[in-house]
């Protein structure tokens, strides 16, 4: 399975920008980079997912690099709610998602 | 509406008790799949169907089985449940197994062996 390295932990200040950091050095042309997190007691959610472009919605924002051996998912203005373990994930030509530890982000009011 | 839904939220039996968790979406997506969470918080993939047919089965005791009676619903039935089997169980649904689309999840179902 793709490997991506993720810190076990960040913290942040509300309403400011998080940028959380994923490394993915093995990653092969077709894969594509996958962001969920998970709050609380929740099941995963969906944040973005991208290939070879930078990508936004309305949730975040996604920083790929052009080499794309490595990603950052922009949180633009971080609110209490934000606080989740968020998982960095590539998704290959297979029809799974493998999930890692993640990165456990804390926000401080 | 609520995009994926299990059943039953919680879940306590006793050891070699069978039960079953439901698992419905109402995406039209054509894919799902069952994980399970322990307690160390990893979160790893046991089954996924694909229009019904079983495209993923990771190393999972067979006490374990998935059934599909349609694209909307994906059960999981477990045999002779062992304290081991202590976990939270999601269910996803996805449009499609290329790497281009995100997976829906459900709010999982907490199942406690005693």
């Known amino acids: 399975d793709a490997k991506t390295t993720q810190p076990n932990s960040m913290e942040s200040n509300e309403e400011e920008p998080v940028h959380l950091p994923c490394n993915h050095s093995t990653i092969s042309g077709t894969d594509y980079i996958h962001w969920y997190r998970q709050l609380p007691s929740q099941g995963p959610e969906y944040v973005i997912h991208g290939l070879t472009s930078n990508v936004n919605n309305r949730m975040a924002s996604l920083a790929i690099a052009e080499d794309r051996k490595s990603s950052t998912l922009i949180l633009h203005r971080a609110t209490l709610r934000d606080a989740a373990v968020y998982y960095c994930i590539l998704r290959v030509r297979a029809q799974k998602l493998v999930f890692g530890q993640g990165t456990r982000l804390t926000i401080n009011p | 509406d609520t995009a994926v839904s299990q059943t039953p939220k919680y879940l306590v039996t006793q050891m070699g008790n069978d039960k079953s968790i439901k698992c419905e979406q109402n995406?039209?997506?054509?894919?799902m799949y069952w994980y399970k969470q322990d307690s160390k918080k990893f979160l790893k993939i046991m089954f996924s169907?694909?229009?019904?047919?079983?495209?993923i089965n990771e190393t999972v005791p067979n006490r374990f089985s998935p059934k599909s009676p349609d694209k909307a619903h994906l059960n999981l039935h477990i045999n002779s449940l062992e304290l081991g089997d202590s976990a939270v169980y999601f269910c996803a649904s996805s449009q499609g197994h290329a790497g281009g689309y995100g997976y829906t999840f459900g709010s999982g179902t907490r199942l406690t062996v005693v």
């Open positions: 995406l039209g997506h054509d894919t």
């Open positions: 169907y694909n229009n019904k047919e079983l495209i």
